[in-house]
């Protein structure tokens, strides 16, 4: 599967931004997907997880109750909606996929990062 993200930006502190991660194939469905992030000199961090049929979700404790992670199985895409946005949320955000379950730890296919830049 070939992932195609979305949907950054420069905001400020309290914003909102929607991410989009459009993915190529026909067994998107078969497919766990995930967010991660990666700030400058920081490892990669998982951030949201959705799991196959898009009925559990998981994220990192830093952004529970501001993210929200979705899939459309129409359209082949996930979203990361990101509410109240905090500088510390700046970062390179990528979306992933893998046949095994939702959650952190590794992923199969990624996408290109998208920036997201979040001023104070």
């Known amino acids: 599967v070939q992932l195609q993200a979305s949907g950054g930006g420069l905001v400020q502190a309290g914003d909102s931004l929607r991410l989009s991660c459009a993915a190529s194939?026909?067994?998107?469905?078969?497919?766990?997907l995930g967010w991660f992030r990666q700030a400058p000199g920081q490892e990669r961090e998982f951030v949201a997880g959705?799991?196959?049929?898009?009925?559990?979700?998981m994220y990192v404790d830093s952004v529970k109750g501001r993210f929200a992670i979705s899939r459309d199985g129409v359209q082949n895409t996930v979203h990361l909606q990101m509410n109240s946005l905090k500088p510390e949320d700046t970062a390179v955000y990528y979306c992933?996929?893998?046949?095994?379950?939702?959650?952190?730890?590794?992923?199969?296919?990624w996408g290109q990062g998208t920036q997201v830049t979040v001023s104070s």
């Open positions: 959705i799991s196959r049929g898009g009925t559990t979700t």
């Open positions: 992933a996929a893998r046949r095994s379950g939702v959650g952190a730890g590794e992923y199969d296919y």
């Open positions: 194939g026909r067994t998107f469905s078969s497919y766990a």
